[in-house]
Structure formats: C-alpha cells, structure tokens
C-alpha cells in the first residue's frame, strides 16, 4: 500500500503532501523535512529508490523523482514495486499534469493545490492505485472543472507569474 | 492557458503564495503565515460569506496547514462546507477535512450523516466525493452507518463509483477485518465486472485477503491465470495500454497474487507456467514499466514451485537488469538475485563481479540493497570478506537506524559462521566499539556466555586461549576513549571472570583497569555495578588462591564513594566486596568458585537434606508436619493452604473467603505467617514451631502452584501480585531469564546466584518430562533454559562445530603448553562419576535455600547439627532419579548443542572439593552466607533490568 505522496521544492518547501494513514501535522512536517534532507544529499545519476525505514518505520521504501525544481515522492511497503511506483510518478507528472496544465511547472501546482488533489484521488484511492488510464483520470477532473467553471465566473491567473517560483 | 482549469485561485492567495516563495527565511515564512491565519481567522468568522469566498479561504486554509500550522480554528468550516448543496464547494469541504481530519476525530460525528445523505445522491460526483471521503474518515464505530449504502454502490451503473465502493470496502476490511468479514465475498463477485477497471480494483483487496489466508483463495487460480493471459495477449482495449504494454498495473498486480497462491503448492504452480513464461517472452525491456513487470515475473517464479525453465529466463533477465546502466535496474536486479538465490545458489557465481561494482557504487540505496543480498550469501567460507565489509560500511555511515541493522547482522553472521575464536572475538569488538550502544543487550550475554561456555567442547585448552585473547583484548581496547557502555559491561565481566585466571596478569593490573573504568565512566551506574563485581571477583580469586591481597588505593576509594552510593544497587555491591575481603580462604572459595559460570545447577525439590533436621526437632517435640489433604481440621493453617491451593489453581479469585467465612482472626495468621516466610531470614524469635511448620510446608505447595501455572502464565499477570504467592510467580515467570543470566554469566561469578537458580528452578523439577516439552515449546524452553541461549541463536551449535572442527588440531600442538595454566582443572577431574559430582554440587544449594526460608541461626545448627558426611549419600540416594532425569534431558539438550557430558559436568565437579571443604568445616559465618545470598541476587543482572529479583528476595 502507499503510504504517502509528497511533492516538494528543491528547496525543501512541500508543495503537496497526502499522508493516506493520518498523522499530525507536527509528524508531517518532521516527515518531508526528513524526506528532503535525505533527498538533496543524493548525487546525480543514481537510483530513484531510497531505503526508507529509518523514517517512515519498518516495511517502508521510497521513490521520487525529479523534475525541473520539484521532487515528487512516493512512501509505500512491500506490496508494491519500485518500478511501477516510479511509472506512477511518470503517470501523474507526464501524462496527466502535463495534460492538464501545457507546460507543468512548480507554479501551477502551488495555484491548483485542490485541482492536484483531486488528480491524486482519482489516481490512488485509501493507500491503492485506483486508475492508471490517463484518458480515464483526465476525464474525471474535465468534469469537475467543467463544473467549476460554470459557476465561477472568472478563473485567471497570469502565467507570466511563474516566472519568479519556477527559477 | 490550462494554468488554472478552472479551479479559481484569487489575488490574495497569489499574493500569499508569492510571498511566501519570496520570503527570505523560515522567520519570515513564519510571520507572513502568521499574518495569514489572522486574516483568515477574523474573516472566516464573519457573517454572510459568499461560498466562493469559503471556499478559497478553506483552501488557504490547508495550504497553511501543509506548512506546518495549525489551522484547526477552521476545521468546523470544513466540516460545514461538506453540508453545503453546491456540489463543488462540498468537493472543498471534503477534500479539506479528509486532509485535516483523522478518522477519531470528534467532528467526524457531524460528517457521518453528510456522508450518508451523499452516498445515495443521484449525482455520481457527489458520491464519489463522499467514497472519498468514506475510505479516509470512517472508522471501526462508524463503519456500520455507511455500510448499506456503499454495498449497494457496488452495483452502481459508473464503473467510477463502483471501484471507489470496492476500495472503501477494503478500506473497511484493513480498518476493522471482522465488521465486514461476511461481505468479502463480494470482492470475488466484482472479480467478474464487466468492467476491467473494476476487476482491476478488485485485485487490491484480494492481494490482501489472499496475502492473509492463501488456502481459501486456490479455487481462483484458474481464474487469475486466464485474467493474466487475456490481458497479456492484448484483450483489454487500448485504454489499459502504458507506454505500448497491455495494462501493466493490472499484469504486475496479477503476478503479485499468483506468487501468493502458488508458494509451495506444485499443481498450483503448474498452472501459472505457460502465462509467465509468455509474459517472459513478449514484455519489452526497454521500458520503466516493461521492466517493473519482468520484475514482477522474476518475484513470482523465485515464490511459485521452482521451474527450470522459467528460473532460467528469471536469470537472464536479472543478468541483463545487472548489466544495466541504470542504477534503478541494478537495484532491481540485486533485489532479484537475492529471491532467486535461496532457489538456485549457483546463480549468484556468475554475477559475483557485478554485485562486487554495485557494493563499490556510490549509491547508497545500491550499496545497501548488495549488502543484504551479501547477508544472504554468508557462508562459513566467505564470512570473513562480508563481515569484514559491512563492518566497514557500519563505521561509514551515520544512520542510527541502518548502524544497528548492520551491527546486529555481522553479530548474526559472526555467531553463526566465525571461522575461528580470535576472528570471532575481535570480529565482536569492533562491532561493539562502533555500535555498541545499538546493538541488543542480548548480544552482549551471548558473547558473555560464548567466552565462558567456549566454542570447543571437548578442548579446554581452546577455550582458555580464547578467553586469553579475550581478556588481552579488552585490555587494549581499554585505551580508547568513550566506550559504549554494553561493550564496557562485556569487558567487565570477562576481565573479572577470566582476568587473572591464567596467571598472564596480576591482579593489581586488572583491578587497577577495572576501577579506571569505574572512575572513567562514573555517571553510567550498569557499568560501575559491573566494574565492581568484577572487583569482588578478582579478589575473591585472589583470596581463595591464598594469595595476599593488597587493595590499590584507587580501589579503596572507590569502594569508600560507593558505600556512600546514592544507588542501593552499587552500595550493595560495594558492601559485598568488603565483605568477601574479610572473609578466609575457605568461604570465599565457595562462595566464588573460580570459571563456574556455566555450571549446571541441581535441585533437591523434596528438601531431603532437612530430614534430619526435622528427625532433630520432632524429637525436641515439634509438631510433624501434615500434608495438605489430612489437614483439614487444623482451620488457621488450612486457611491459608487453601488459599494457597486456589491461586494455584484459578487465579482469578484467591481468598476463599466465602466457602469458609471464618472471624478476621484466622485470616490474620496465615498472614502473619505468611509474612514470617516471605521476609525470610527473620522470622519471630517466639513462634519457632510455627514458623518451622508454615516453611516446610510452603515449599512444595509453592512448587505445586507453579506447575499448574507453568500453563497458565500470562493469566497471572492480570491479578497482579498482591500477597505472597509472587514469590513463586515470579521466580516462575522470570527462571528463564535468570537462568540465562546464570549460564550467561551475567554480573558476579555465577556459581553464587545458585540460590536463585534454585528458586527458579524448583518449580520446573516437579513438572514431568512431557509437560517440560510443552512448556519448553510453549514458552522458549524452561527445561531447555540451560541451552536455550545457544539454540535461540542458529548460532552456538554451528559454530561450535566449526570451530571445534578448525580447532581440533592446532589446540593438540599446543596441549603442552597450556597445561601450566593454573586454574584449569586437570582432565582426569573430568571423567569422575557423574552423578556424584552432581549431587555434591547439590549440597551447596540446600544451604542457600535454608538461609533462605529459616532463621540465620537456624542455617547455622542446620549446617552444625547434620554432619556432611551422614548426609550425602542419603542425598545422592534420593537424588538419583530426579537428578540422571534431570541431566540426561540437560545433556540431551547439550550434546545437542555444544558439547560432551564431562565438560557439562566439570563445573560441578570443580565445585566438589570446595564444598566438603566447606561443610566439614562447620558452622558458616551467618553474616557472610546472608551476604552472599544477596550477592547472588544482586550480582546476576543489575538492579535497574530485573527487579523481580529483589522480589524473589524481599517478598
């Protein structure tokens, strides 16, 4: 099962944090600092998997990926496999964030924090992958947006905007 | 612009955001966040807020929250916004309390009917939204009240909702197994969906159900293998394809179950060979994903029933994944080859140098993944090159976590595989220098007992060079500075038990250390307590050798600030050690009997060499004792029989105060009876008779409560110890471990914690061989205490037959020379008849036992009036049985284990001439025989790790 889906800056600043077993805030907050300290001591061109017992307890692994200026991270036992939880980064970054925004940079995960939410729900449900057809998952966030967009009159944010957080 | 898809941010949280990905330090963060939960504070509280405005406040409101501030004045918000018509500011309600909330909650209660209510909308986001919400937030207690409604979603016309129904059932399942234990069934029902979505949901929950009960699930094999083949073959449509692989997820999910179902189950397995070996052929390396399923393939093949041709495809792909240049595929493939490797060993041959580049590789995660494949690879041929590596790498790191991993594997591999003594000690000295406070106290006791007990059972002449080059060691080692305390407490005891035992040393050296390390690690009290019972050791050796003992002035005054010890433990200790230096050559012999930390313990449960005893007293007109069933007339005693009986015999209710509703009076005596046994060594001077009857007696009634507890343990420990029974429970409950500590040699010298052994072990002599066996599978082995240290650990018996093995020849060169060692004892001592050796060995426990239960003086004229020699061929006599009984099952255990009857037997047969020595002498000092009593129980473990000795011994 998955435990946790992060996403932070390579700063360290967390942009997304789902925890699918509740924990404090405190924790979490303990939990992605811990995450990025091990993070930004890797060197390049390494594995994307990282040995994570010694924060998230016994049973735990990691994966992340990197990506212009975010780390996403994925925290998950045994039961699952580091490959396939890579893909599922690949999944959500390439094939469906990239869809939904042209161009995904940092920005556009901090604006649509919800919108991000709402992608990962349809993607992993209760700590299981749920969908993993991108035209499935694309559809089922069109017609919350398509929703939303009825009853929101205005819905802009300048992208020029991104300029000053994706450096 | 996709930028905002529709999800309206406004101005200020840009603004919000911006600065705060501006701001220049946490402080700043910090205040600009500050700022913002004032705002959201006094605005979320005014009245007539549009939704809108709501809902981008909530939002704001997790956002702070995943900073890391609290933003709980706003959950009710949250809470209110689920209530709330407008599908899409319901969506914020949920997505933000399903963030904010746990599921025990105490808002939950006011979300439960919301969740209801939306369940059974005609809306099928609605209720997914509330699915959502469903999986995060319901718990055990609230299960029931959405139960219905999502059962009958399992059957909703969108495939969506029925895979989010499938998935909060599951979730159910992992909250609270039994709630819905009766509905599993359904998952093999949505197994056949129409839907491969739906089916492929289903897999989730079934992975697990069967992961927990494989037998029930077999029947689905067939089913599982043509899912697998279908969707391997390309029948699903091109929706489920990921990066041109026909829906990957669903295959690795799939293969994941077959490992499950075909584990050890040949016809099973037989099934899956084709779909795999196909999966084998078609899947595309190239990818992330083709790989992860390969992956998949290779776990599968290594679990299921072995098949040489699927395990040979499973070894050319982990060949391929080996030479990768990816480090992902590396990993993966060092995974891969410690699976296989426990199937066909030979396969590791061909990779060694590949896995040798991935132990050299930068990567950590890599080097760590080879390190454990390393671990599984251990050989007694290769132990040394592996040990020797990760104790390298141990050092390496920083990693607390990882560090104790480590250490407790070379500990591992070490027990188990040492090539040779010397390796195996400096092996253990560089672990526990480096991670010494890691790794398990146990560890410690184990290298303790290995020292004292050797490898060689036969040679003790390897066993003296290896505690010499154990003590030599440790006196190196004392050198360095900042010790780990558990390493210190080892180096302790061994210099104490073995220091001067082979004359290389002079007593004056060791002592000397010995306080240095008392005075160096002054605040670590475990360490002192060591260091001064190895103290007491050293001199008592001295003194029982006849060999004038001149305390350094160091030692003095560091006995003088531990008299004044704020710890009772240490001043105990302290006064101990005066107490055996004052003491002559005779009583500190048997008191201290040097290298007798193994030895075996025997019980006399009948109390025999009291007869006389008693013979004595009847005589001066005492009352005879009577046994328990004829004593019914006599109330105040029975009384307290009874009671006894009956906590033996329910443990629930101990005072049988209503079959025999006597006046307080007679439940008083027993009382004060009772407290004249427990606080044992003063008993009132008027009430001799008494006191000699209630003793007696309690005894074997002890014994016989203990043996039906032997079976009940664990139920005691609800009731507490509230009177006197503990004495016996406890002594029961932790035998075991004080018998380790005993064969462990833990603390003082352990011939002297025999007292205690007795105690601990009385009950078990009683209970017949069968019920040993039980007990001893039950509970680890109380017959096989003895040993259970050595079986617990793989290690003791392996190793000692290698090293037994590779020592046979070199300690036979060296026969000469060792046998100038003084205190071993000459082989021929060895084969002496067995069971006399035993029994007088026995002879110095009934001592201990008496100065237990009587009056000091009585100990005295007990020891005084029964002449040593009229009394032990009576003992032997009555021994006989219990005794060879006793042993044979001990040396069944033992020659199992380590060794040969004449080394188990040794000890005792050391202790022999002591003891008639000490028996003929007459009358002990009752001062020294009630110190030694407590020394015995002090000197096993320290106070602070097992205060049930104290129990023991102050009731």
Known sequence: MIKAVMVMNTQGKPRLAKFFDFLPVEKQQELIRRVFGVLCSRPENVSNFIEAESIFGPDSRLVYNHFATLYFVVVFDSSENELVMLDLIQLLVQQTLERCFKNVCELDIVFNYSKIHTILDEIILGGQVLETRSTEIMRAVEEISKLEAATNAISFIPKSASSWLSR | ?955
Request: aromatic letters at 6%.
């Open chain 2, 1 to 955: 612009m996709g930028s905002q898809g529709g999800f309206y941010q406004s101005k200020e949280f840009l603004d919000l955001v911006k600065s705060i990905g501006e701001a220049r330090s946490k402080a700043e963060e910090d205040r600009i966040v500050l700022n913002e939960i004032e705002t959201l504070k006094r605005r979320i509280s005014e009245p007539d807020i549009p939704k809108r405005k709501m809902k981008e406040y909530i939002i704001r409101l997790v956002y702070i929250e995943m900073l890391g501030h609290d933003a709980s004045f706003g959950y009710i918000h949250a809470v209110k916004m689920t209530h709330d018509d407008s599908l899409l500011v319901k969506r914020t309600g949920y997505l933000a309390v399903t963030l904010f909330l746990n599921e025990d909650h105490d808002l939950i209660i006011l979300i439960v009917n919301t969740i209801q209510k939306d369940l059974k909308s005609d809306n099928y986001l609605v209720v997914c939204a509330a699915l959502n919400a469903v999986c995060k937030l319901i718990n055990e207690e609230t299960i029931p009240a959405v139960l219905p409604q999502v059962m009958e979603l399992l059957a909703h016309p969108k495939e969506a909702v029925r895979k989010k129904a499938i998935m909060a059932l599951h979730r159910f399942y992992q909250k609270s197994p039994s709630s819905v234990s009766h509905l599993v069934s359904n998952f093999r029902k949505r197994l056949c969906d129409n839907d491969p979505g739906v089916m492929g949901a289903t897999l989730c929950p079934l992975f697990e159900l069967i992961a927990r009960d494989v037998n029930s699930y077999k029947d689905l094999v067939i089913s599982f293998v043509s899912i697998l083949k279908q969707v391997a073959e390309r029948r699903l449509s091109k929706a489920y394809d990921y990066h041109q692989m026909p829906a990957p997820f669903i295959q690795i999910k799939l293969l994941k179950i077959l490992a499950l179902l075909g584990s050890g189950d040949k016809q099973a397995s037989e099934n899956m060979y084709t779909v795999v070996g196909d999966i084998f052929r078609k899947c595309d390396s190239s990818s992330n994903i083709g790989n992860a399923v390969l992956y998949e393939c290779i776990c599968c093949v290594s679990s299921i029933y072995p098949n040489p041709k699927l395990l040979e495809s499973a070894a050319d792909v982990i060949s391929r994944f080996l030479k990768s240049d990816s480090h992902n595929l590396k990993y993966m493939g060092i995974d891969a080859l410690g699976r296989l490797i426990k199937i066909s060993p030979e396969i590791a041959e061909q990779h060694q140098l590949a896995v040798i580049d991935c132990l050299e590789d930068p990567d950590d995660t890599l080097k760590r993944k080879t390190f454990e494949l390393l671990y599984k690879m251990t050989k007694s041929t290769n132990v040394e090159v592996i040990v020797d590596r990760m104790i390298d790498y141990m050092i390496s790191i920083n990693d607390n976590h990882y560090k104790t991993e480590i250490a407790s594997r070379c500990v591992e591999l070490a027990e188990q595989f040492a090539p040779s003594n010397q390796w195996f000690i400096q092996t253990m000295n560089r672990v526990f220098e480096h991670a010494g406070d890691l790794v398990n106290i146990k560890v410690a006791h184990n290298l303790m007992r290995l020292i004292a007990e050797g490898f060689g059972e036969d040679d003790d002449n390897a066993d003296t060079k290896l505690r010499l080059a154990a003590v030599e060691s440790y006196l190196r080692i004392l050198g360095e500075p900042k010790l780990p305390s558990v390493f210190l407490q080892v180096i302790c005891w061994v210099l104490g038990e073995y220091g001067t035992a082979d004359g290389m040393f002079s007593a004056s050296d060791i002592t000397g250390k010995l306080c240095d390390v008392a005075e160096a690690y002054s605040n670590d009290e475990t360490v002192k307590a060591y260091a001064t019972t190895a103290l007491m050791k050293i001199y008592a050796f001295e003194i029982a050798a006849r060999r004038k003992v001149d305390m350094l002035p160091e030692c003095q005054s560091l006995m003088e600030e531990l008299l004044a010890s704020h710890s009772t433990d240490l001043q105990q200790r302290a006064y101990e050690l005066q107490a055996v230096i004052g003491l002559d050559a005779h009583a500190v012999a048997c008191i201290m009997p040097s290298d007798a930390s193994c030895e075996d313990i025997e019980v006399d449960r009948d109390l025999s060499f009291l007869n006389d005893y008693i013979q004595e007293a009847i005589e001066k007109g005492a009352q005879p004792y009577i046994p328990e069933s004829e004593r019914s007339g006599m109330l105040n005693i029975s009384n307290f029989r009874n009671q006894d009986h009956h906590e033996a015999s329910s443990h629930g209710l101990r005072f049988e105060a209503y079959e025999l509703p006597k006046p307080a009076v007679q439940s008083r005596i027993p009382q004060t009876l009772i407290a004249s046994t427990e606080i044992v060594p003063v008993p009132e001077p008027m009430y001799p008779r008494e006191s000699y009857q209630t003793t007696m007696p309690s005894i074997p009634s002890d014994a016989g409560s203990a043996e039906l507890k032997l079976r009940l343990e664990g139920v005691q420990k609800k009731w507490g110890r509230s009177t006197y029974t503990p004495a016996t429970s406890t002594s029961n409950s932790t035998s075991q471990k004080t018998v380790n500590g005993t064969s462990q040699g833990d603390g003082a010298s352990t011939v002297s914690s025999m007292r205690e052994t007795y105690d601990s072990r009385k009950p078990q002599v009683e209970v017949s061989h069968e019920k040993q066996k039980l007990a001893a599978s039950l509970f680890g082995g109380s017959s096989k205490t003895e040993k259970s240290p050595a079986t617990g650990h793989k290690a003791a018996k392996a190793s000692s037959h290698v090293v037994e093995k590779s020592h046979v020849p070199k300690s036979s060169l060296e026969v000469a020379s060792e046998k100038a060692t003084p205190a071993q004892q000459p082989p021929d001592l060895l084969d002496l008849g067995e069971p006399t050796a035993t029994s007088t060995a026995l002879q110095l426990d009934p001592f201990k036992q008496l100065e237990g239960l009587l009056d000091a003086t009585e100990v005295a004229s007990a020891v005084n009036g029964a002449p040593a020699a009229s009394r032990s061929p009576d003992i032997m006599a009555l021994y006989a049985d219990t005794a060879a009984g006793i042993h044979n099952k001990n040396d069944a255990d033992l020659l199992s284990g380590l060794s040969n009857p004449s080394v188990t037997n040794m000890p005792g047969t050391t202790a022999m001439p002591q003891v008639t020595q000490s028996s003929s002498k007459g009358p002990n000092p009752k001062d020294s025989l009630e110190k030694d009593a407590l020394v015995r129980q002090m000197g096993v473990n320290p106070s602070s790790q097992n205060p049930n000795l104290f129990k023991d011994l102050l009731g």
